[in-house]
């Protein structure tokens, strides 16, 4: 019988268990869609007294967009994009001063309180305009939102990281199925960025370049490579952790989305729609969850990395911080490719 292979991450202390004995076929990770019937949805159009006040909402404005807010006793309606605060939100700003600074111990554990910012952004009106079979012209303006709060966010004295990612399915954490992205700001650096960003630092003073740009010049033209258009490039990584899972990375060197041109934005918008539609085709529109990795720093590479919920960890993940992936990352690749290829040529005129 021959082995399996273990492959190490490119940037962290992490191996995975690629079991190639255990190959499975596309079709093995298909499940069937649950259709739940919704009474009433707080995020379409009609329901905004359900929510918060939105803290930035986009209106149409001749060609283009103007934005606003909403105010204590009033909602904006025929809005393109809503964003608002988290009503059970897990991080929740400082009420003023310096308080946000006090850090303690309980029990002879240290503790400090979970301050920042917890939003919900609703990307459409309408409730299953998912990125996979969206409009291009609106994920530009859900990109756009994103940079708006990444600005506005990150300019806070408390706040050190920023985390925008979605949820999509009730298997990835999904509680309401209307499109929606959420954002969380911290206090602290994520340990999993902080990992990254010390392998980032570690790669530029030695090499004199960023890792990130390294490992693009190698996956562009390997068996790992996805889809690519003028900005950016999808691949399958090398020591994948989930089935299926790709990332998607800017060509040019950038350590936030804050850096993305108008232009870049589009092919953003371009990429996920038909990497995430090819995903949905695929495997009959998977759960999945999606995070942007960024942060300034001159030697990260900001990016996007997407998993698919497909496979249960059990106890051997659980106790280890081992993962086995039973889909070789080449193979998962072979298929996305096929699948987007096919997404990509269906939005041409």
Same mark, same amino acid.
């Given at each position: 019988?021959?082995?399996?292979?273990?492959?190490? =991450?490119?940037?962290?202390?992490?191996? !995975? !268990?690629? $079991?190639?004995?255990?190959?499975?076929?596309?079709?093995?990770?298909?499940?069937?869609?649950?259709?739940?019937?919704?009474?009433?949805?707080?995020?379409?159009?009609?329901?905004?007294?359900? *929510?918060?006040?939105? !803290?930035?909402?986009?209106?149409?404005?001749?060609?283009?967009?103007?934005?606003?807010?909403?105010?204590?006793?009033?909602?904006?309606?025929? &809005?393109?994009?809503?964003?608002?605060?988290?009503?059970?939100?897990?991080?929740?700003?400082?009420?003023?001063?310096?308080?946000?600074?006090?850090?303690?111990?309980?029990?002879?554990?240290?503790?400090?309180?979970?301050?920042?910012?917890?939003?919900?952004?609703?990307?459409? %009106?309408?409730?299953?305009?998912?990125?996979?079979?969206?409009?291009?012209?609106?994920?530009?303006?859900?990109?756009?939102?994103?940079?708006?709060?990444?600005?506005?966010?990150?300019?806070?004295?408390?706040?050190?990281? !920023?985390?925008?990612?979605?949820?999509?399915?009730?298997? $990835?954490?999904?509680?309401?199925?209307?499109?929606?992205?959420?954002?969380?700001?911290?206090?602290?650096?994520?340990?999993?960025? =902080?990992?990254?960003?010390?392998?980032? #630092?570690?790669? &530029?003073?030695?090499?004199?370049?960023?890792?990130?740009?390294?490992?693009?010049?190698?996956?562009?033209?390997?068996?790992?490579?996805?889809?690519?258009?003028?900005?950016?490039?999808?691949?399958?990584?090398?020591?994948?952790?989930?089935?299926?899972?790709?990332?998607?990375?800017?060509?040019?060197?950038?350590?936030?989305?804050?850096?993305?041109?108008?232009?870049?934005?589009?092919?953003?918008?371009?990429?996920?729609?038909?990497?995430?539609?090819?995903?949905?085709?695929?495997?009959?529109? %998977?759960?999945?969850?999606?995070?942007?990795?960024?942060?300034?720093?001159?030697?990260?590479?900001?990016?996007?990395?997407?998993? %698919? #919920?497909?496979?249960? &960890? $059990?106890?051997?993940?659980?106790?280890?911080? *081992?993962?086995?992936?039973?889909?070789? %990352?080449? =193979? $998962?690749?072979?298929?996305?490719?096929?699948?987007?290829?096919?997404?990509?040529?269906?939005?041409?005129?």
């Amino acid at each position: 019988m021959p082995f399996n292979e273990l492959r190490r =991450d490119y940037l962290l202390d992490r191996w !995975v !268990v690629i $079991a190639s004995a255990r190959r499975r076929r596309p079709t093995d990770f298909v499940k069937e869609k649950e259709i739940k019937k919704i009474s009433s949805c707080p995020f379409c159009p009609g329901n905004e007294h359900m *929510t918060p006040p939105a !803290v930035l909402v986009y209106l149409p404005s001749g060609e283009g967009v103007v934005r606003d807010a909403d105010g204590d006793g009033f909602r904006h309606k025929g &809005w393109i994009v809503r964003c608002v605060p988290n009503l059970y939100p897990a991080f929740t700003p400082p009420e003023g001063g310096e308080g946000w600074r006090v850090e303690g111990f309980e029990g002879g554990y240290p503790v400090r309180n979970a301050v920042g910012h917890h939003e919900v952004l609703i990307e459409s %009106p309408n409730h299953d305009e998912h990125p996979g079979s969206a409009r291009v012209s609106q994920l530009v303006h859900v990109i756009n939102a994103y940079l708006d709060r990444y600005k506005s966010l990150s300019s806070h004295p408390y706040v050190r990281y !920023v985390s925008i990612f979605r949820n999509h399915g009730a298997d $990835a954490g999904a509680s309401l199925s209307h499109a929606h992205t959420q954002i969380i700001t911290t206090p602290f650096i994520p340990k999993l960025v =902080d990992l990254e960003l010390r392998a980032s #630092r570690r790669f &530029w003073k030695r090499k004199g370049g960023c890792i990130f740009c390294d490992i693009l010049d190698k996956e562009r033209d390997g068996p790992r490579f996805v889809w690519e258009n003028r900005s950016l490039v999808a691949f399958a990584p090398w020591a994948s952790v989930h089935p299926f899972e790709f990332w998607i990375v800017p060509k040019r060197h950038q350590s936030t989305i804050s850096e993305m041109t108008p232009g870049e934005v589009h092919d953003l918008a371009e990429g996920l729609r038909v990497c995430l539609g090819g995903l949905r085709k695929l495997l009959n529109d %998977p759960s999945y969850n999606l995070g942007f990795h960024m942060i300034r720093r001159e030697y990260y590479h900001w990016h996007i990395e997407v998993y %698919p #919920r497909l496979s249960i &960890w $059990a106890g051997f993940e659980k106790t280890t911080g *081992t993962y086995i992936n039973v889909m070789p %990352p080449e =193979d $998962a690749a072979a298929s996305l490719r096929e699948a987007v290829q096919e997404e990509s040529e269906s939005l041409k005129p």
